[in-house]
């Protein structure tokens, strides 16, 4: 399963999914159950270096590649997947635009906060009426003297509320359409920022979701991440790593749902054998796991190639689409062998079914990737 992963890589990954195993899988359906913000795991995912993935090591993160922020978001989000939302928004946007793009200042001041876990990073795109349609937003960055004032509502913020860092997406020029977009950072409790309450959701309970609305909210100059005007492409190009990352975690919330599917199909009897024995079972485990490959393997090549400088719009895009599908057609099929059991909280199979389904949805729906891979079908023969 494991091949051509470097040895070093190999070793992180029995690490962390010790980690994972010791510290998040006791505590995920409670989490369900009961939703908190994860703050004490996070911390020690924060030590792990698990927080600051991309970051380079002179400010505080990991210094790794996106071949092993792949691998190792796979163990967090086998666990649970809400840590696993966490960890992919907080590593992804905030920190990849601010090493990218950042000044100087602005990567000392965040980057070390960022990549150590001391502080939560959010990313607001989507609006109540812009979601998939992203550059149709209306929240506007107006200049004043001495920077910008910002107006406006961003929806469906992972750690919104939570987090401290907020990478928000507004207009500066709202006659220009995508290019009229700026990216600014907006820290917790700037005057006129106010949160919605959670969202109530499906799943991915702990991941809390809320709107974050700015009502003239004073950013100063210096709060202008990148140029003005490039925030959409800034946006488009960090979500080519995004959807590998969420690539990543639907690999992992799969395959959590396979491991408990194989061990409960050996265990359960029924007329005489275990179950796993029947072929009804068998070729369906056998579906299971030639999907989980093929999703995980285009995720890791996604991750090779963005590590090499390709562009790799189309190959996110594609493992973002075929894994996310591939997670709700896994955990489906896990509930079916469980059963009953499958339908009950006893286990959490229904849990991984819920949690599942959202990745077909943030980061672009599957109709979105769809929309990006034929774009890009035809961009590479010229057209
Ligand atoms: N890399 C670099 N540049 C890119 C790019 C990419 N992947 N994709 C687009 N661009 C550039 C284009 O080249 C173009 O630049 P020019 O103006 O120089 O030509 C510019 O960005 C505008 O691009 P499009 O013309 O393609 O823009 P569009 O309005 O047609 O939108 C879209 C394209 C693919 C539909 C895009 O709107 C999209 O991806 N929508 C989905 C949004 C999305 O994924 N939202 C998820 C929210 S984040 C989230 O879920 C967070 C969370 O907390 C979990």
């Keep these: 399963m494991n091949f051509a992963l470097p040895e070093e890589l190999l070793l992180m990954q029995r690490h962390v999914r010790e980690f994972a195993q010791k510290e998040i899988v006791p505590i995920a359906s409670e989490l369900d159950r009961d939703p908190s913000f994860p703050w004490e795991t996070l911390r020690k ?40 939302t966490i960890m992919s928004v907080t590593n992804g946007f ?29 990313f607001c795109l989507s609006e109540p009426h812009a979601g998939s349609d992203a550059a149709s937003m209306i929240t506007r960055a107006e200049r004043v003297p001495g920077g910008f004032r910002l107006t406006g509502t961003k929806a469906w913020v992972t750690s919104g509320g939570e987090a401290q860092f907020y990478l928000v997406m507004a207009k500066t020029d709202p006659s220009a359409g995508a290019r009229g977009v700026s990216a ?28 974050v609305t700015f009502e003239a909210c004073f950013l100063p100059e210096e709060a202008l991440l990148g140029p003005e005007g490039q925030g959409f492409v800034i946006a488009m190009a960090s979500l080519d790593a995004g959807r590998i990352g969420i690539a990543a975690q639907a690999v992992g919330i799969a395959r959590a749902a396979f ?35 093929a999703a995980r393997l285009l995720a890791l090549r996604a991750a090779w190639l963005k590590d090499r400088g390709y562009r790799v719009t189309q190959e996110a895009s594609m493992a973002k689409l075929f894994a996310s599908e591939a997670a709700s057609r896994i955990t489906h099929a896990a509930v079916q062998v469980f059963g009953g059991y499958g339908y009950s909280k006893e286990f959490p199979i229904e849990r991984y ?15 979105i990737q769809r929309v990006v891979i034929s774009r890009q079908i035809y961009r590479e023969r010229g057209r």
């Design 94 to 122: 905030p920190q990849t635009v601010l090493r990218d793009y950042g000044s100087s200042r602005q990567q000392e001041r965040y980057l070390p906060r960022l990549a150590t876990g001391e502080w939560i990073g959010s």
């Design 259 to 293: 491991d408990a599917a194989c061990h409960y199909a050996d265990e359960r009897r029924a007329f005489g054998q275990a179950i796993r024995e029947f072929q009804g079972v068998g070729f369906r485990l056998a579906d299971m796991a030639t999907e989980l490959e």
């Design 45 to 84: 995912m924060g030590e792990l270096g698990l927080l600051g993935i991309l970051t380079p090591g002179r400010f505080g993160g990991a210094g790794l590649d996106h071949l092993s922020y792949a691998v190792l978001l796979e163990e967090i989000s086998a666990a649970d997947a809400s840590h696993g």
């Design 184 to 211: 600014f950072i907006v820290e917790k409790g700037v005057e006129g920022m106010y949160f919605g309450r959670p969202e109530e959701k499906l799943g991915q309970h702990a991941a809390v979701t809320a709107s």
């Design 353 to 367: 079914f819920r949690d599942a389904r959202v990745t077909e949805i943030y980061e672009g729906t599957s109709e």
